[in-house]
């Protein structure tokens, strides 16, 4: 997705599979002829799944070394019912316009089609995938009526360990939607996700006397990328959408596997204690220890973006989204070595008003570490995105293809700095016109860059 911060398909699909927060809903309420009487409301009857999740919690805290703190409640939900929790966390936290924002950003970088329902292909991307999830705002677990004995076993075992994490480090905030955070989010539901997962393969694994970490991680890695990626019935689902939902998850257990390889479960307790800021520091735990921080990448001042033009959304993407675009163009290990070099970033839409429809531009401008005058992981990623944006050739560190739905794809590089932009044009309903060329989007690009910041630190 680019999620969390990326596109709302993080933000949300990974927010609901990985048990951040989702708003609950009211207590079950009583019927209407119990509600017209006098009589005090019957409590709710015990769920099913009660005696399970106790029976799994028990397992989980041996194997995550960690004691459980409190009680938890269980209610089993049929998948409609679980999505519409996800809904109510959506509606109620992520204002509209960030999710709008998010979605029309990767179609105009060329990432989802201008025909793509963003939020409808969203949800019924997590109904496909969701089997249950732990609510922190009420302490309760949540598990999907239609799982098998081991999809549930699985589900309950990754599950519990977010309740074992909110328990001792108050999981939710951690994952509260925030302004401008993306990045930030992302890095901690990784963390969140990695030890999840690796705990819950060591409940799985302990039949065999065996733990996540006799397994391969290259091996889990690619069964988990392979589940999403390649299953059947998710082919017509975008590519984006799908590797930023299974990211966190890889991502994360490659850290926290790393971690215990070096100092156990208290290793992973620590890095709780001061969790990564960026996923650049969850994807390289050497940056993570020494808590390299982003460059920062403000947005161009307003002379630069255009007369007219208003931003419309924007957000840090992180190296690890950075990495997702890339992974559009080119494969998995070529995408990565790209965005190595990632040192701060920033992704924003413009939207300007042309009688009754809204004109935008979508760009991501990508700081890369190093000094201007030799960026050798600047200059690779400006080898990789220039292909796709190859259409009318290589020249003067721009390269630009012509797009008749969603207008010029632009990919300008000066120094350590990535600009690649998409628009403008004009997008009603399903379908998008382009309202822009070449010659101009190149023009553009340049002036945004060369509003050049001087390479800080946030503070």
Known sequence: ???????????????ACGGATSTPSAPATPSAATSA????????????????????????????????????????????????????????????EVMRGQGEWLVGLGLLPPSYDYEKGVYAL??????????????????????????ADATLAHELVHALQDQHWDLGPKLKFRADGGDLTSAVHALAEGDAMSAMLDVLFAAEQRTALDASDEALAA???AEILLTPSLADVPTVLKASLVAPYVDG?????HLRREGGWRAVDDAWARP?????????????RAREPALSVPLPPASALGSGQAVLYSDTVGEQGVRLVFEEWATRRQATRAAEGWGGDRGWLLG??????????????VRFDGAPSACRDAEEAFTLASRAAGGDGVRQGTACKERKDTGPLV??????????????????GAKAESRGACPAARAWAETVLSHDQHHKTNP
């Open 126 to 151: 997590l109904e496909a995938q969701l089997a249950g999830f732990y609510e922190p705002d009420d302490k309760s677990m949540y598990l999907a009526a239609d799982l098998g004995p081991k999809e």
């Open 223 to 225: 069964q988990m990328r």
């Open 411 to 428: 990919v300008a590089r000066r120094g350590c700095d990535l600009l690649i932009a998409g628009g403008p044009y004009i997008h009603r």
């Open 253 to 257: 257990l490659l850290f926290v596997n």
């Open 1 to 15: 997705m680019l999620t969390s911060s990326r596109a709302v398909a993080a933000a949300v699909a990974l927010t």
């Open 37 to 96: 009487s006098s009589s005090p409301a019957a409590p709710e009857p015990p769920d099913p799944s009660a005696d399970a999740v106790a029976a799994m919690m028990r397992k989980v805290a041996v194997a995550r070394q960690l004691p459980q703190r409190s009680k938890l409640r269980s209610q089993t939900l049929e998948r409609k019912a679980l999505i519409a929790r996800v809904r109510e966390h959506v509606d109620a936290e992520v204002p509209r």
């Open 276 to 288: 990564p800021e960026t996923s650049e520091q969850l994807l390289h735990p050497d940056k993570w």
């Open 352 to 365: 300007q008003k042309r009688g009754d429809a809204e004109e935008l531009i979508a760009a991501l401008w």
